[in-house]
């Protein structure tokens, strides 16, 4: 059997299934050389062109940043920094539409040149072999540098690999209808290219390095071989020109053979594919300190007066673009980012050039038609016999418009690289790429919900853990607070009594509140049946004042004296007088009319000062038999009444 090399020294070449042959129409651009065009007023930056997440923004509306300078940061391995394209003032930094099929807005930063195009500091090497492999992949990761054949695959990413390499297979097929990017991009930086392949083996090591290229690019062809005369282990492969020989399963199968399994890798084979354009800019990285920032694009279709490749700086707008092709709009015309095959039509021309985008299609109706109405299908299987990566598209659309993933899993959807033969050969004119693309990112939508949902039962089972440890805790601190009491009451016996003496007082004093609540007696009627008390002692301290006022024996003290108090002083006093007033009375005449006033003598004040003391020292006696002492009220009358017998004697 013969070898791989042997098999490329004689150009016999393995074949793939399927494929198609639709016309080329690369006549349009091939024979232009690439053109510079100026800057635009306003460059639209997206913060993620690439596969992975978004990088950390480092600017803010108002800086003003230079050309080169970075814009993002890497966060994450799976992330690539964005740079400025030109130096000017951000303006603005947003969500707006990106190149994409669902024409969704996603954040951008917006830029306005200044004109100077001034670039940041650079570092320049001589001579990349004193470089370690660590600092080239460092560089390749800050020049933000992402697959630009369409996947935006992370480079840095890709040749990081501890794998052994076998085949480094350099991609400059360009199969797609209209393309003519690479082509030229050959053709005029050839020894730029030749530059990236030497980092890239001086990086990977590889066995061999094989550049398949298709045979209708003869000029492209011819300067590979001529760059490459001195090399052993680099072999340009000259392919039959076929539809989609420039994938990248299909150009690994092609080259040598190996059939890579579904989501298999070709690095866990030993084989890594780069793209023409990605080698050019890894190149110009390492070697004169340039990121990513513009990239040759094709700017092609028979709507355009001067179709031709040109330098875009990344964040371009494609209005901007077609203006130099000498595009006049028309109602209804359909612009398209990418080929006739793979690309896809924009919602309007202010979406900006990002590192994926080769090409800008502007074609006539005539040239190629709108897509016709949709039809059933007729079962006639030519959309699997076209299929390059052997899939069942009718049976994939089926599922795909029941959304079936569980199924589409089974039948391989994500091998599918949407080259777009299937629905070329459609008799139904079925849009079959369109059903797989919703039904992709549907899959990848639930991928990542699930993910959060996961994440999220995570974080609750770690709470409930964390609670139950609180728990746990406190029930010990509760224990050892326990014992400690329990401690101390047998060290200390009489201090413990005298606690649970008051404790249980509380605890009675509770149940029988609890007691009367249950009877019915609310807070309301007891609040009543003070105040009723209240009332009553109000009252009685009333009419004890009134007395003590008639007879002037009411005292300062008097006026905060208990009611009770105040009333058996009242009846003392009115005993006293009686008494006093009696040996009065019994002393006068039978016919009182004719006894005439005399002044009281001084033994007989004397006597009724005894006879008040009496009737005083009588009601304290009364009293004493309702309280064992005397209060300061009582010893205050006593005071007065003593004073007042004596002034009497």
């Given at each position: 059997m013969e070898s791989v090399l042997e098999r490329i020294d004689k150009n016999h070449f393995f074949k793939i299934p399927g494929g198609i042959h639709p016309p080329e129409q690369?006549?349009?651009?091939?024979?232009?050389?690439?053109?510079?065009?100026?800057?635009?007023d306003e460059l639209i930056i997206p913060i993620q062109q690439h596969i992975g997440k978004l990088g950390?923004?480092?600017?803010?509306?108002?800086?003003?940043?230079?050309?080169?300078?970075?814009?993002?940061?890497?966060?994450?391995?799976?992330?690539?920094?964005?740079?400025?394209?030109?130096?000017?003032?951000?303006?603005?930094?947003?969500?707006?539409?990106?190149?994409?099929?669902?024409?969704?807005?996603?954040?951008?930063?917006f830029l306005k040149p200044d004109g100077q195009d001034t670039w940041r500091e650079r570092e320049h090497v001589a001579d990349f072999n004193r470089l370690t492999k660590k600092e080239i992949v460092e560089k390749?990761?800050?020049?933000?540098?992402?697959?630009?054949?369409?996947?935006?695959?992370?480079?840095?990413?890709?040749?990081?690999?501890?794998?052994?390499?076998?085949?480094?297979?350099?991609?400059?097929?360009?199969?797609?209808?209209?393309?003519?990017?690479?082509?030229?991009?050959?053709?005029?930086?050839?020894?730029?290219?030749?530059?990236?392949?030497?980092?890239?083996?001086?990086?990977?090591?590889?066995?061999?390095?094989?550049?398949?290229i298709e045979d209708n690019k003869p000029q492209a062809i011819e300067a590979l071989k001529e760059a490459t005369k001195g090399f052993a282990r680099i072999k340009v492969c000259v392919l039959p020109t076929k539809y989609p020989t420039g994938g990248e399963k299909q150009l690994i199968q092609t080259l040598t053979g190996n059939e890579l399994p579904s989501g298999v890798l070709p690095v866990s084979l030993g084989i890594i594919t780069q793209n023409v354009a990605t080698v050019f800019a890894i190149a110009e990285a390492i070697i004169d300190d340039k990121p990513l920032i513009e990239r040759v694009v094709t700017v092609t279709g028979q709507a355009l007066q001067e179709p031709q490749n040109v330098w875009a700086r990344l964040g371009t707008p494609v209005q901007f673009l077609l203006d130099q092709c000498g595009f006049e709009y028309t109602p209804?015309?359909?612009?398209?980012?990418?080929?006739?095959?793979?690309?896809?039509?924009?919602?309007?021309?202010?979406?900006?050039?990002?590192?994926?985008?080769?090409c800008i299609l502007v074609p006539t109706n005539k040239e190629i038609s709108p897509a016709s109405k949709e039809l059933e299908c007729i079962r006639c299987g030519q959309c699997a016999e076209a299929c390059p990566?052997?899939?069942?598209?009718?049976?994939?659309?089926?599922?795909?418009?029941?959304?079936?993933?569980?199924?589409?899993?089974?039948?391989?959807?994500?091998?599918?690289i949407e080259c777009g033969a299937c629905a070329y050969v459609c008799p139904s004119h079925i849009p079959l790429v369109k059903y797989y693309r919703?039904?992709?990112?549907?899959?990848?939508?639930?991928?990542?919900?699930?993910?959060?949902?996961?994440?999220?039962k995570l974080r609750f089972e770690a709470r409930k853990v964390r609670l139950e440890k609180e728990k746990?805790?406190?029930?010990?601190?509760?224990?050892?607070?326990?014992?400690?009491?329990?401690?101390?009451?047998?060290?200390?016996?009489?201090?413990?009594?005298?606690?649970?003496?008051?404790?249980?007082?509380?605890?009675?004093?509770?149940?029988?509140?609890?007691?009367?609540?249950?009877?019915g007696e609310s807070p309301a009627t007891d609040a009543k049946s003070i105040a009723a008390q209240a009332i009553a002692r109000a009252k009685a301290k009333k009419a004890a004042q009134n007395e003590a006022a008639q007879t002037g024996s009411l005292t300062t003290d008097d006026l905060g004296a208990d009611p009770k108090t105040?009333?058996?002083?009242?009846?003392?006093?009115?005993?006293?007088?009686?008494?006093?007033?009696?040996?009065?009375?019994?002393?006068?005449?039978?016919?009182?009319?004719?006894?005439?006033?005399?002044?009281?003598?001084?033994?007989?004040?004397?006597?009724?000062?005894?006879?008040?003391?009496?009737a005083k020292k009588a009601a304290q006696q009364t009293q004493a038999s309702e309280t064992e002492a005397p209060s300061k009220e009582d010893r205050v009358a006593q005071a007065v009444a003593k004073a007042k017998a004596k002034k009497a004697a």
């Amino acid at each position: 059997m013969e070898s791989v090399l042997e098999r490329i020294d004689k150009n016999h070449f393995f074949k793939i299934p399927g494929g198609i042959h639709p016309p080329e129409q690369k006549f349009l651009t091939n024979a232009k050389p690439i053109k510079h065009i100026g800057l635009p007023d306003e460059l639209i930056i997206p913060i993620q062109q690439h596969i992975g997440k978004l990088g950390d923004i480092l600017v803010k509306e108002g800086d003003y940043v230079l050309k080169g300078q970075p814009l993002t940061a890497c966060t994450a391995p799976m992330t690539v920094p964005v740079h400025a394209s030109t130096s000017g003032t951000i303006t603005a930094i947003k969500p707006s539409t990106i190149a994409h099929p669902s024409g969704m807005a996603e954040p951008c930063i917006f830029l306005k040149p200044d004109g100077q195009d001034t670039w940041r500091e650079r570092e320049h090497v001589a001579d990349f072999n004193r470089l370690t492999k660590k600092e080239i992949v460092e560089k390749i990761a800050n020049a933000g540098i992402s697959g630009m054949g369409g996947a935006g695959f992370p480079t840095n990413v890709k040749v990081n690999t501890i794998h052994a390499i076998k085949y480094l297979i350099i991609n400059a097929v360009e199969c797609e209808p209209y393309i003519t990017a690479d082509d030229l991009l050959v053709r005029e930086r050839t020894q730029k290219i030749i530059d990236g392949i030497n980092i890239l083996k001086h990086l990977l090591e590889p066995e061999v390095i094989l550049i398949g290229i298709e045979d209708n690019k003869p000029q492209a062809i011819e300067a590979l071989k001529e760059a490459t005369k001195g090399f052993a282990r680099i072999k340009v492969c000259v392919l039959p020109t076929k539809y989609p020989t420039g994938g990248e399963k299909q150009l690994i199968q092609t080259l040598t053979g190996n059939e890579l399994p579904s989501g298999v890798l070709p690095v866990s084979l030993g084989i890594i594919t780069q793209n023409v354009a990605t080698v050019f800019a890894i190149a110009e990285a390492i070697i004169d300190d340039k990121p990513l920032i513009e990239r040759v694009v094709t700017v092609t279709g028979q709507a355009l007066q001067e179709p031709q490749n040109v330098w875009a700086r990344l964040g371009t707008p494609v209005q901007f673009l077609l203006d130099q092709c000498g595009f006049e709009y028309t109602p209804k015309q359909r612009v398209i980012m990418g080929g006739p095959l793979m690309g896809f039509t924009l919602p309007h021309t202010n979406v900006p050039i990002v590192k994926i985008s080769n090409c800008i299609l502007v074609p006539t109706n005539k040239e190629i038609s709108p897509a016709s109405k949709e039809l059933e299908c007729i079962r006639c299987g030519q959309c699997a016999e076209a299929c390059p990566a052997s899939l069942l598209p009718q049976e994939l659309q089926w599922y795909a418009k029941a959304n079936d993933y569980e199924n589409l899993d089974k039948l391989n959807l994500f091998d599918c690289i949407e080259c777009g033969a299937c629905a070329y050969v459609c008799p139904s004119h079925i849009p079959l790429v369109k059903y797989y693309r919703v039904a992709k990112s549907q899959i990848r939508f639930n991928i990542v919900q699930e993910q959060k949902a996961e994440r999220a039962k995570l974080r609750f089972e770690a709470r409930k853990v964390r609670l139950e440890k609180e728990k746990q805790a406190r029930e010990a601190k509760h224990q050892q607070a326990l014992a400690a009491r329990k401690a101390a009451a047998k060290a200390n016996p009489e201090q413990n009594q005298a606690t649970n003496s008051a404790v249980a007082a509380a605890m009675a004093r509770v149940k029988a509140k609890k007691a009367a609540q249950a009877k019915g007696e609310s807070p309301a009627t007891d609040a009543k049946s003070i105040a009723a008390q209240a009332i009553a002692r109000a009252k009685a301290k009333k009419a004890a004042q009134n007395e003590a006022a008639q007879t002037g024996s009411l005292t300062t003290d008097d006026l905060g004296a208990d009611p009770k108090t105040l009333a058996a002083q009242a009846i003392a006093r009115a005993k006293a007088k009686k008494a006093a007033q009696q040996p009065i009375q019994n002393a006068q005449p039978e016919n009182e009319s004719s006894i005439e006033s005399k002044p009281i003598s001084k033994d007989d004040r004397v006597a009724q000062a005894v006879a008040r003391a009496k009737a005083k020292k009588a009601a304290q006696q009364t009293q004493a038999s309702e309280t064992e002492a005397p209060s300061k009220e009582d010893r205050v009358a006593q005071a007065v009444a003593k004073a007042k017998a004596k002034k009497a004697a």
